[in-house]
């Protein structure tokens, strides 16, 4: 859109405006009339499933194969009597509802596994008091189809009508499903009508005009009814996936960007108004400058989007797409639909206070040239108050920890809910998900004492509370054990238990006589045991690769080596200071069993990818005013000018993500609040403040190896003669840049070392490799940290410890090897790098 031509083309007067307009609302109707209802194509069972290949798939791959009729999905009715006789109370509920379940047969209904249809089984559907018993409902078909679901709640109907005074409650996977489509559903039209009043009232609070405010408004829906027709047809298509979580961002996402571009590109037109009263030559302007900065905030978050692919799990893996999408629909509408529209509105797009008011208000409110005055005084107080701030933020993290449990995600009571409860409570924590252990052979398994010694040698293994009898496949070479555990099934020590168990069934199947065994665990924990591992190697991969794009696009926009550095050092801090008071606010206030286990890695690709728009819009208007005055100035005007403009577009984007809260779902709400948090923190802490002291201690190299001259004045003499002691001040500072050209350099090996040492740990997950690449690592960042500390000192000598450009800068650089030493300690901690182990001491020679 950097094209004269172009944008005399599309916005060279009203009528072609007009023709962009009805482009626009044509091809949203001529799709909506094609694709289908997206709805209808979504999936939300394969996001809550580890990668294909995991070992607890394959399990449950093996459970369908070689046992028939085990593909069903069962609803488990727990009953528990009331009154004296508890024990008579529960039998006879039981016995109306295995009757009533029986005689009427509802559709998807496969058989009902009761104490009165399976009296051997009483071990395992009765309490040890006596005083509950547990139905099994096997159903056939998909959970996600409506019918299915309407069976599930016929079920619990006939459930509650025959179970008398008896406490009943439908749960299991058949009832979990249901609830979970439930809560989704109710949450969508909400979430709609709220952001849609909220960004209302926040525009017309920042425009003062009816019309202006409409105009984002109308753009995003046209964007959102595009991105949603073309993903629902890409979706149908098997080409992405989509999910409720999926179309719940989307909507927030859109109109956040979108109301964002908006502001940015008429903030630039009223700019322009002051200059160019022709109102579509000063939108040509105000598109043609604001292009850069738009753009390369639209690939920051299309590529991050895309950097999901990297993800093997299938939460993280297909939820890029449709977002990527999304946004960068939104892009060509803000380009295009936007400046069209406030061009066919003309003069009445302002009303009532008319342009002069509007273009007027584009020299940037009191606030900030107050704000820019209080940086230029104190730049390292600012600095430094700001980084302390986001210190004591992160200190949040020390109460971390992962949630796996879906039920508990609900911020809403359901009917699934309540019967884990009763499972619990009744039968103990492990019987609401039993594991199912596989064992196969090469050798048939029907003849001998195998399958049974094996059974017996789990029963001893660590945390098992019961094992049912095995089960022969039909092959005759592999055998099933319903394996409970005295845990909770979805906590992190039953997560841990499974790697044991395996090992403690291979070693079972050796001393039973089966060689080569093939150990599998499917079940709920094996398979949140398998998602844990795969998200702990996505969020690796992601981290890393989505800073890179980031730098790269900072790199680019900016030409410069320097800035993306400490740009890309304030998103860390700003990341690591929203998930700090995330989980202090959720877990430790809230009493949430845990952060979901994908938030994390939405928190930084969203917080990373969104707040480094704030400091592309400030360097990019740094950069083009650095041309014509001095950088001191620059930032001054860069604040100033965008200062109103950045902070509206951040109050309505955490505004957005804030309507997320809304949600009855525990993911959705942790991820609103923490977007909202940390979009504030860029909005009004890092990029007003931080950002600019940076700047402003780095002077003329702040966009290094770009080095802007001192424009000249009229008042600048030219003919006046240097003193004499010009060439000593010149060696100085000649010898000081030289210190803090090495310094810079420093810094960044540091950052590429530390960056390194990180991907060298994560290798050691991988058993086929060594350690050698996180020794070559390690002492590369000893080195270069030592190094590091070494030429601060230098540096402080030679400017007579007068730190004011580089105290900050070693703040900032000084977080890499801290971060590295908190990873290790922390992934010691948590078993997943070994804990260190004496050398074993050598055999003498014989």
């Not at 609900?410 to 596989?438: D, M, N, W």
Request: net charge neutral; proline share 6%.
């Amino acid at each position: 859109m950097n094209s004269p031509a172009l944008l005399r083309c599309l916005l060279g007067s009203k009528k072609r405006a007009a023709v962009v307009v009805a482009f626009w609302v044509l091809i949203a109707g001529l799709l909506a009339g094609v694709a289908p209802a997206l709805e209808s194509v979504e999936d939300n069972a394969s996001a809550n499933l580890p990668p294909a290949a995991s070992d607890s798939m394959k399990a449950r791959d093996l459970v369908r194969a070689q046992l028939p009729g085990q593909d069903a999905t069962p609803a488990i009715i727990v009953v528990r009597g009331k009154g004296t006789d508890a024990a008579a109370s529960a039998t006879q509920a039981v016995a109306a509802i295995t009757s009533a379940l029986s005689g009427t047969s509802p559709d998807h209904v496969v058989s009902v596994v009761s104490t009165v249809t399976a009296p051997d089984a009483a071990a395992e559907l009765v309490s040890q008091d006596r005083g509950a018993q547990l139905v099994i409902v096997p159903m056939k078909g998909s959970p996600s189809d409506e019918s299915f679901q309407n069976a599930v709640d016929k079920v619990r109907d006939l459930a509650s009508d025959r179970a008398g005074p008896a406490d009943v409650a439908v749960t299991g996977p058949a009832g979990i499903a249901t609830d979970t489509v439930k809560v989704f559903s109710g949450g969508d039209k909400v979430l709609l009508l709220a952001t849609i009043v909220l960004v209302l009232i926040i525009l017309l609070a920042i425009y003062r005009s009816p019309l202006m405010a409409l105009v984002p408004l109308l753009a995003v829906g046209v964007a959102m009814r595009v991105a949603e027709t073309l993903g629902a047809i890409l979706a149908d298509a098997g080409v992405i996936t989509v999910s409720s979580q999926t179309a719940s961002i989307m909507t927030v996402l859109l109109f956040g960007v979108g109301t964002d571009y908006a502001l940015i590109i008429t903030a630039r037109y009223r700019e322009t108004l002051l200059d160019e009263p022709d109102r579509a030559r000063a939108m040509q302007t105000a598109v043609r400058r604001t292009a850069e900065s738009v753009l390369a905030s639209a690939s920051t978050i299309v590529l991050a989007m895309f950097a999901l692919l990297v993800a093997v799990s299938p939460a993280l893996h297909g939820f890029g797409p449709y977002l990527a999408l999304g946004v960068a629909v939104m892009a060509l509408v803000a380009f295009t639909l936007i400046p069209a529209l406030v061009l066919l509105l003309g003069r009445g797009v302002f009303w009532p206070g008319g342009v002069d008011k509007a273009a007027e208000r584009s020299r940037g409110a009191g606030i900030w040239h107050r704000i820019a005055a209080l940086v230029a005084r104190a730049p390292v107080k600012v600095a430094s108050a700001v980084i302390a701030l986001l210190v004591v933020l992160s200190a949040g993290l020390l109460g971390y920890q992962e949630s796996f449990n879906t039920l508990s995600g609900f911020r809403t009571a359901t009917e699934s809910e309540h019967g884990q409860h009763l499972i619990q409570e009744e039968f103990g924590p492990g019987e609401i998900a039993p594991s199912t252990v596989v064992v196969h052979s090469q050798d048939n398994l029907r003849s001998g004492r195998a399958p049974a010694d094996i059974a017996t040698a789990l029963t001893d293994a660590d945390h098992v509370s019961r094992i049912a009898d095995p089960r022969m496949g039909k092959d005759g070479k592999t055998v099933f054990y319903d394996v409970v555990l005295d845990l909770d099934p979805y906590s992190s020590k039953a997560l841990d238990a499974i790697g044991p168990l395996k090992q403690a069934t291979q070693s079972a199947a050796q001393a039973a006589g089966v060689q080569d065994a093939t150990v599998l665990i499917g079940g709920e924990t094996a398979q949140n045991a398998d998602i844990r591992s795969a998200l702990d190697r996505d969020t690796t991969f992601i981290v890393l690769l989505v800073l890179a794009i980031v730098t790269a696009v900072l790199v680019l926009l900016l030409r410069s080596l320097l800035a993306p550095l400490y740009l890309v050092a304030t998103l860390i801090l700003s990341f690591l200071a929203t998930l700090g008071a995330t989980t202090f606010f959720t877990v430790t206030v809230l009493g949430d069993d845990g952060i979901g286990n994908r938030v994390t890695a939405y928190i930084f690709v969203f917080l990373v990818a969104l707040g480094v728009d704030y400091n592309i819009f400030i360097m990019s208007r740094f950069k083009q005013e650095v041309r014509t005055q001095p950088p001191a100035k620059a930032i001054t005007a860069a604040l100033t000018r965008t200062g109103g403009v950045v902070s509206s577009a951040g109050l309505i984007l955490a505004a957005t993500f804030a309507v997320l809260m809304t949600q009855p779902i525990r993911e959705l709400f942790q991820f609103g609040f923490a977007m909202a948090f940390g979009i504030l923190l860029d909005t009004f802490l890092i990029r007003p403040l931080l950002v600019p002291a940076i700047v402003r201690l780095l002077g003329d190299r702040a966009l290094w190896p770009a080095r802007p001259g001192t424009p000249q004045t009229p008042s600048t003499p030219t003919s006046e003669q240097p003193s004499a002691d010009v060439p000593a001040a010149r060696a100085t500072e000649t010898g000081s840049s030289r210190l803090l050209r090495a310094f810079t350099w420093i810094a960044v090996i540091e950052a590429c070392t530390w960056a390194g040492l990180l991907a060298g740990m994560y290798l050691k997950y991988i058993p086929e490799t060594t350690e050698l690449g996180v020794r070559i690592f390690g002492t590369l960042h000893g080195a270069a940290f030592i190094v590091y500390v070494s030429l601060t000192i230098l540096v402080a000598i030679r400017l007579k410890w007068r730190l004011g450009r580089t105290t900050i800068f070693a703040l900032l650089a000084a977080v890499p090897p801290f971060m590295t030493v908190a990873f290790e300690i922390w992934a010691r901690r948590t078993g997943r790098l070994p804990q260190p182990t004496a050398a074993p001491t050598p055999t003498p020679a014989l």
